[in-house]
């Protein structure tokens, strides 16, 4: 089984190159190790669709907090642009 | 009619975009006074470049372009340049590359299939995220908020792309584990 321990990944090494995937930036031995790593592993397949879930929604948080500008300084923007 | 000329009203910007463009930089700075600064500078550079508007683009997006890149400012200068990352902080995650007990990942459930209670897991991550160091918010927001590339972030931050690579690994790790158990609720 030599050849599965020069190809096997730790959990922190597969998480850290799940960032590195989303860049495009996998050698191709890189590729082969984080799929057979995730083929086998539950945490960190679990880690990379919770990690995919929120990162996706991270975008569109402003939609959500209902945050309004203060009355007092929407009225000093509009003094500023009267001058 | 694609020239947006006809619509472009700087007297109705206040009533029209304040609100949106205060909301969309305070879910990206997590800070009041600096989201209303970096919302007044847009309006003041905006009215003051109103001349070179050609009408290309809709009066919204151009707004939003030139928010964008104050926001992206702002980062800019906050980077001290000089990142010194302690080593090792990923041992609270795992031993030996393994998870730690603490660490696994636990099953969501059905959280992340059905619609999500919108209000109250935006409000948990941002909570969580505010958590993230300074540095490693500005990654995390110019990444999955702006939709950067990673380069462009290195040069914007002045840092080199493996401390790229450590920053938004970190920043995973810890909002993860931040939202299972402030969202999810397992402790």
């Known amino acids: ?83 | 009619m694609n020239n947006h000329l006809a619509l472009f009203n700087p007297d109705k910007w206040v009533d029209n975009y304040a609100d949106a463009l205060y909301a969309y930089t305070m879910a990206r700075v997590n800070d009041m006074q600096l989201a209303e600064d970096i919302v007044q500078n847009t309006f003041l550079s905006a009215w003051k470049g109103r001349d070179t508007y050609k009408g290309q683009a809709s009066e919204k997006n151009w707004l939003y372009a030139i928010l964008k890149n104050k926001i992206v400012d702002h980062f800019r200068k906050q980077s001290t340049g000089s990142l010194t990352l302690d080593a090792g902080k990923e041992g609270q995650y795992f031993e030996d590359g393994h998870w730690t007990e603490a660490a696994a990942p636990k099953e969501w459930g059905q959280y992340t299939e059905q619609p999500v209670e919108k209000k109250e897991f935006y409000s948990v991550l941002e909570k969580c995220k505010q958590k993230l160091k300074d540095i490693q918010q500005a990654v995390f927001v110019m990444k999955y908020m702006e939709d950067a590339e990673a380069e462009d972030i290195c040069k914007v931050l002045n840092i080199t792309s493996s401390n790229y690579w450590v920053l938004i690994h970190r920043a995973k790790l810890q909002l993860r584990k931040c939202l299972e158990k402030n969202w999810i609720g397992i402790q």
Do not use: N, P
């Open chain 1, 1 to 83: 089984m030599k050849w599965y321990r020069a190809i096997w990944l730790s959990c922190e090494q597969a998480t850290f190159l799940m960032s590195k995937k989303e860049e495009g930036k996998l050698a191709f031995k890189e590729k082969i190790q984080l799929r057979l790593h995730l083929r086998i592993c539950d945490f960190c397949t679990r880690f990379q669709r919770q990690v995919r879930f929120f990162t996706r929604h991270a975008a569109q948080a402003h939609e959500h907090t209902g945050a309004l500008l203060r009355e007092e300084k929407k009225e000093e923007i509009r003094g500023m642009m009267r001058e």
